[in-house]
């Protein structure tokens, strides 16, 4: 079963630009998290989609968005982006359905903002 | 408030050395769960266990172990033996229990785990 996969690997971006960002579940998943990762902050909950519904938000600004598509793949958009936006974006998916099942990470988007 | 908290920042140990790994959670559910994942350098952060706050059984898989005190409100991880391919960081997570979400993790700081030959 192929994991959760995320595109691109890595991103160079202008302050100002806005950048979108690819995650593809693990097949029968239907939660997608994004998680924002940074060495000063750790790993920091940005939000959670399940059935194509936003199902909980972290403490981002609104500059922060997503979606999640009728086959379960997700995408994050961050516009105008800003220096402190250089981070480590993960993804994870699970079940998404009652209890706590594992969160399934993929390898990350590493975008840095100049 | 929730918080997960692991004090220490980077550990260097030789190799077969036993290695525990603290980690300190702070919440006001009565339910709740606890995990440990594994990020290696290439960035993708493993699964390595799970643990309802009903359930205080230790569990070992492995050279793995935790032990889990409601008591003290921890939940440490103990390498046995511990060989190079255990470098990592290692991050302890608290999920809430409130509402349906699953994909809402507080992660500690994580703790970077050196293993020399």
């Known amino acids: 079963k192929a994991g959760v996969t995320q595109t691109p690997r890595y991103l160079i971006k202008t302050r100002g630009q806005q950048v979108t960002l690819s995650c593809s579940p693990i097949s029968g998943h239907r939660s997608v998290s994004w998680y924002q990762q940074t060495p000063g902050q750790g790993l920091q909950f940005l939000f959670e989609?399940?059935?194509?519904?936003?199902?909980n938000k972290g403490n981002f600004p609104g500059r922060f968005s997503g979606r999640q598509f009728s086959n379960s793949r997700s995408e994050m958009n961050v516009s105008t982006l800003e220096l402190g936006d250089s981070a480590l974006y993960l993804c994870?998916?699970?079940?998404?359905?009652?209890?706590?099942?594992?969160?399934?990470f993929g390898n990350g988007t590493r975008l840095t903002v100049t | 408030a929730q918080k997960v908290t692991q004090a220490q920042t980077e550990i260097s140990v030789v190799e077969k050395e036993d290695v525990t790994l603290d980690c300190v959670y702070e919440?006001?559910?009565?339910?709740?769960?606890l995990f440990w994942y594994k990020q290696p350098p290439s960035g993708e952060l493993v699964f390595l266990i799970r643990?309802?706050?009903?359930?205080?059984q230790n569990e070992i898989s492995g050279r793995y172990s935790w032990n889990f005190q409601k008591s003290t409100s921890s939940f440490n991880f103990t390498i046995t033996a511990s060989q190079v391919v255990d470098s990592a960081v290692y991050f302890c997570?608290?999920?809430?229990?409130?509402?349906?979400?699953?994909?809402?993790?507080?992660f500690g700081k994580g703790t970077k785990l050196s293993v020399k030959p």
């Open positions: 919440t006001r559910d009565t339910t709740y769960y």
């Open positions: 994870a998916s699970s079940l998404g359905g009652q209890g706590r099942t594992p969160l399934h």
């Open positions: 989609y399940f059935s194509e519904t936003q199902r």
């Open positions: 643990r309802n706050s009903f359930d205080e």
């Open positions: 997570a608290l999920s809430p229990s409130y509402g349906g979400s699953q994909g809402n993790l507080i």
